[in-house]
């Protein structure tokens, strides 16, 4: 299964609010009891692309302030969920109501992750049998 997981960068930090990461770290995760997890690329996130992005995004702290009307923000939204379609889940820490609708719309599940772990793979690994 492939799981996604929203980094700020080659590092593997996680990035807490998944609407506003700048990549996605991609894995396949395999095996029985004794899970494999493999990094197999880390994905551009084309919603962020070119724009700059703060501490205030990495920490979890932002706040979508658009209304359920704004077609383009939501639009952006899908955008990154096709460049994760391929992915069976998002694994998240934090994420606006417009990510999961748009990951739910493309066939991602999310996966919530309340650990304190900051590595994308060590985190995973905690997750990884709930999957």
């Given at each position: 299964m492939k799981i996604a997981v929203p980094v700020i960068d080659e590092t593997l930090k996680i990035a807490?609010?998944?609407g506003h990461t700048p990549f996605f770290a991609v894995f396949t995760v395999g095996g029985g009891m004794f899970k494999t997890?493999?990094?197999?690329?880390?994905?551009?996130n084309p919603k962020m692309a070119g724009h700059e992005i703060s501490e205030e995004e990495h920490?979890?702290?932002h706040v979508c302030d658009h209304d359920a009307n704004d077609i383009e923000?939501?639009?952006s939204h899908d955008i990154m969920a096709e460049a994760i379609q391929d992915c069976d889940y998002l694994m998240i820490k934090s994420a606006c109501k417009n990510t999961a609708n748009s990951m739910k719309e493309f066939g991602v599940k999310i996966?919530?992750?309340?650990?304190?772990?900051?590595n994308a793979?060590?985190?995973l690994g905690e997750v990884s049998a709930e999957l």
């Open positions: 807490k609010n998944a997890i493999v990094l197999e690329e880390l994905r551009v920490s979890g702290k923000h939501i639009k996966k919530k992750y309340n650990g304190d772990k900051a793979k060590e985190a």
